[in-house]
Nanobody, 121 residues
Framework: QVQLVESGGGLVQAGGSLRLSCAASGSIFSINAMGWYRQAPGKQRELVARITSGGSTNYADSVKGRFTISRDNAKNTVYLQMNSLKPEDTAVYYC???????????????WGQGTQVTVSS
């Protein structure tokens, strides 16, 4: 009932920048928190950044000062601006959206399909 479409991944050299986008669509009544996670080969998925409906943010220590999460509530879209990228940022990045389904008022937590970010040294 809720679909997430991610875009913006790719290959970039160390020190470069990328911007990820994730648009939510479907039977959405409201969206609460939106976030980005990543999973590198052989590692567990980890939180990168999260933003609440009120605009409060939290970041993994490893990305503080380099990444910025933002959201456009009118478009049900969350962004991740990634600057000063490092090879260790290489991973598949997933967006996650929590909210309420229209009509049923049930909570939902949906995941995007993932987008590859590769940072070369």
């Amino acid at each position: 009932q809720v679909q997430l479409v991610e875009s913006g991944g790719g290959l970039v050299q160390a020190g470069g920048s990328l911007r990820l986008s994730c648009a939510a669509s479907g039977s959405i009544f409201s969206i609460n928190a939106m976030g980005w996670y990543r999973q590198a080969p052989g590692k567990q998925r980890e939180l990168v950044a999260r933003i609440t409906s009120g605009g409060s943010t939290n970041y993994a220590d490893s990305v503080k000062g380099r990444f910025t999460i933002s959201r456009d509530n009118a478009k049900n879209t969350v962004y991740l601006q990634m600057n000063s990228l490092k090879p260790e940022d290489t991973a598949v990045y997933y967006c996650n959206v929590d909210g309420v389904i229209a009509g049923t008022w049930a909570d939902f937590s949906s995941w995007g399909q993932g987008t590859q970010v590769t940072v070369s040294s």
